[in-house]
Antibody, heavy 120, light 109 residues
Framework: QLQLQESGPGLLKPSETLSLTCSVSGGSINSWSHYWGWIRQPPGKGLQWIGSVYYSGSTFYNPSLKSRVTTSVDTSKNQFSLKLSSVTAADTAVYYC????????????WGQGTLVTVSS | QSALTQPASVSGSPGQSITISCTGTSSDVGGYTYVSWYQQHPGKAPKLMIYDVTNRPSGISHRFSGSKSGNTASLTISGLQADDEADYYCSSFASSNTLVFGGGTKVSV
């Protein structure tokens, strides 16, 4: 069964760059039939799509975050990553990695989520 | 403010049926069949319950069903059970090439 696990720093200062990695096990990230994505959820609030990446490196981003977001894949490690630059307190959220059928169609395979707090 | 509008809360008694609405525009819900629903229990990751408006992933109870009319999608939970108490979110592909979500609905049993 496919499993995804987020990892990365849990505390950042304003203006720093958020960097998260999602490790995939039980399946290959080098799949023509799936995309790999990120969604976040501020504490007590709703969900926001961040973006998706294909194994080939093609990327798709939320227009509201596009200027600050970079996603990439590392097929040798079966991982994909998220970078979000110039973070502020508004970027404090639980970040989920997931598998998708298209860039905008999440499947039922999600990581457990990791809380990232931005505070000075 | 979320792109899709959901009621803040819906409640029902065990065994009853409830329906959660998700209202968007012709640029998202009304224009595409990429509407999904997620269930989220406190402290847990969202769980996909419905995709492509009406389809259930493997393992999801037949008590959960989805539909769409115009710019409004709906999730119906029949035979309400205590474990159905959770937050529910809808999502839709939007013409701006993005995925938009509703603000979430708290279901109380």
């Amino acid at each position: 069964q496919l499993q995804l696990q987020e990892s990365g720093p849990g505390l950042l200062k304003p203006s720093e760059t958020l960097s998260l990695t999602c490790s995939v096990s039980g399946g290959s990230i080098n799949s023509w039939s799936h995309y790999w994505g990120w969604i976040r959820q501020p504490p007590g609030k709703g969900l926001q799509w961040i973006g998706s990446v294909y194994y080939s490196g093609s990327t798709f981003y939320n227009p509201s975050l596009k200027s600050r977001v970079t996603t990439s894949v590392d097929t040798s490690k079966n991982q994909f990553s998220l970078k979000l630059s110039s973070v502020t307190a508004a970027d404090t959220a639980v970040y989920y990695c997931l598998r998708a059928i298209t860039p905008w169609q999440p499947t039922d395979s999600w990581g457990q989520g990791t809380l990232v707090t931005v505070s000075s | 403010q979320s792109a899709l509008t959901q009621p803040a809360s819906v409640s029902g008694s065990p065994g009853q049926s409830i329906t959660i609405s998700c209202t968007g525009t012709s640029s998202d819900v009304g224009g595409y069949t990429y509407v999904s629903w997620y269930q989220q229990h406190p402290g847990k990751a969202p769980k996909l319950m419905i995709y492509d408006v009406t389809n259930r992933p493997s393992g999801i109870s037949h008590r959960f069903s989805g539909s769409k009319s115009g710019n409004t999608a709906s999730l119906t939970i029949s035979g309400l059970q205590a474990d159905d108490e959770a937050d529910y979110y809808c999502s839709s592909f939007a013409s701006s090439n993005t995925l938009v979500f509703g603000g979430g609905t708290k279901v109380s049993v």
